[in-house]
């Protein structure tokens, strides 16, 4: 035997407790149900629309301290998308990663303020353009747990069943191809819901809002985040809106992308590249399903409105990020 | 290898078992049953105990939401575990360098351990070959480092630390002759790895 095989080899094995603890979260893994995309659930379960309205437009911990970076240069066009997702990537990568440095499990949350347009009456899936809510809304940095204030000061803490999560794109290898399989194995494993079902949406467009999802709810490392801005321009449809407008009337360049009945924004900012939010827009008049309350099951067959076109579908403006201890925790407490 | 693979006494094998567990989640169970040991000892050398616990469980969470992208050619499933580990230490780098130029300058593990009394003797006695050890492989580039331990520590093929960490077996060779000569340059001579045929 020699000096490598034999170095730490005194390590102790294991503790009973820490191995039943981890085969304690793997069950609860397993009995999990199976994993639905943000929008299925943002249609299927009308009273929680606004909740995962937050979940497809949080921040990311990349965006701690991401304020100070500086982009490339000041210039407001962009040749194409290709070159707005080379510069986003590179801000990306130069970000600090320091939220992001221990294993995405236990430990601290990263705390969200954001401003969002609220539903306008529910179950109709549009927006109030002239309305907003502030909200708060802690991750859990491995992306798996979220926590707001249930609004009479009580904090609900709810499992992000959104398919991908911050861990599994965070596996090696870290590319833009390799994320955007990823995305697309996610898509290409979830069956459509029936909003998507009725809009008729392509692959690409629900692998678009699957990393709108990821970027605006899942804490990603700067290598994630910069492959996903590379990938962003892979998807066919994808291009460069030059001047976007999040719900806090901050000015930025945009990911868009234009299917048959919705056009989709991911707003960053022109200099920095920083996260700033995303809109949606109904491009056509639309029937919407009826999907009833909390509890009640999808009911495709039945429709309960429409959805005009130039109707918002989502608008929301991140206003501030910061990695805290616990959730409940706000900055400078 | 003269360790014995737990798989080799079971009657299903691994990619038997993660195939079940496709429409069967718990059957994986089987899977980590088999494995924790040796992938949190893994860890554990490598980032300390406290670290492991939580990596190691991560390790087969990970393992459990890939386990659709297992090849099922590969009816062991220790290095696919090992690789994932292997990924998940990644991030924490500069944690392992720090745990490794601790452990090179007091010549004992910096990371609070359970006791090791009977261990203790032993440990003074290599205290100085581990300096030598930690040193090295803390000077080490993390891809060279990675395949060294895999191989020594996980006792992967060069074919398998290849597939895990998805590099030619040329890369893989390369990487673990730089590493061996490291080493073999902190011990003062031969090549610490080197298997006695």
């Known amino acids: ?333 | 290898m003269t360790q014995t693979h737990p798989a080799e006494t079971a009657e299903v094998d691994d990619a038997e078992l993660i195939r079940w567990s496709r429409d069967d989640p718990e059957q994986l169970a089987g899977l980590f049953d088999r494995y924790i040991e040796q992938i949190h000892r893994f860890v554990a050398r490598r980032l300390g105990t406290q670290a492991a616990d939580d990596i190691a469980a991560e390790t087969f969470l990970t393992a459990f939401r890939g386990r659709a992208s297992y090849d099922p050619a590969q009816r062991l499933a220790g290095p696919w575990l090992y690789g994932i580990a292997t990924n998940l230490i990644a991030k924490h780098r500069r944690g392992e360098e720090r745990f490794l130029r601790a452990l090179s300058r007091t010549g004992t593990n910096p990371l609070p351990e359970p006791p090791m009394a009977d261990t203790v003797v032993g440990r003074v006695a290599a205290q100085e070959v581990d300096h030598r050890l930690a040193e090295a492989l803390a000077s080490m580039s993390s891809g060279d480092r990675d395949v060294l331990l895999l191989v020594a520590w996980g006792e992967l093929t060069y074919e398998e630390v290849a597939a895990v960490l998805k590099v030619p077996i040329g890369t893989v060779r390369s990487r673990l002759h730089r590493a061996r000569k490291k080493a073999r340059i902190a011990l003062g001579g031969d090549d610490p790895t080197r298997e006695v045929a």
């Not at chain 1, 407001?76 to 990306?92: I, S």
Request: proline fraction near 8%.
């Open chain 1, 1 to 333: 035997m020699d000096e490598i095989k034999q170095f730490l080899g005194s390590t102790p094995v294991i503790t009973r407790e820490a191995k039943d603890a981890a085969r304690a979260q793997l069950l609860q893994a397993m009995r999990e149900p199976l994993p639905q995309p943000a929008r299925r659930r943002t249609f299927r379960i009308p009273r929680l629309a606004w909740r995962f309205g937050i979940a497809a437009v949080a921040a990311s911990a990349l965006l701690v301290g991401y304020g100070v970076v500086g982009g490339d240069d000041q210039s407001a066009a962009y040749a194409d998308v290709k070159e707005l997702g080379e510069r986003a990537a590179k801000a990306a990568e130069r970000g600090p990663d320091d939220a992001y440095t221990r294993t995405p499990s236990p430990g601290q949350w990263l705390y969200v303020k954001e401003s969002i347009a609220p539903l306008l009456a529910e179950p109709r899936p549009e927006v109030d353009r002239d309305r907003r809510e502030t909200l708060e809304t802690w991750y859990s940095l491995d992306g798996k747990q979220m926590a707001i204030d249930d609004g009479v000061g009580k904090l609900a803490i709810e499992e992000v069943n959104t398919g991908l999560k911050s861990a599994d794109l965070a596996q090696e290898p870290v590319t833009p191809d390799a994320v955007l399989a990823k995305v697309k194995a996610s898509v290409a494993a979830t069956p459509a819901s029936p909003f998507e079902q009725g809009r008729g949406m392509p692959e690409q467009e629900r692998a678009f809002h699957t990393i709108s999802t990821l970027m605006g709810g899942q804490p990603l490392t700067p290598q994630v985040r910069a492959a996903l801005f590379r990938a962003l321009p892979k998807i066919d449809g994808v291009s460069v809106k030059q001047d976007a407008v999040d719900a806090a009337g901050r000015h930025g360049v945009a990911f868009a992308y234009t299917g048959s009945r919705e056009r989709s924004e991911i707003i960053v900012d022109a200099n920095d590249y920083r996260f700033l939010g995303l809109y949606g827009e109904n491009l056509a008049d639309q029937p919407f399903p009826n999907e009833g309350g909390l509890a009640a099951p999808a009911l495709p067959s039945g429709t309960a409105g429409t959805v005009k076109a130039g109707a918002p579908l989502m608008w929301s403006a991140q206003l501030e990020t910061k990695v805290v201890d616990k959730p409940g925790t706000r900055p400078q407490q």
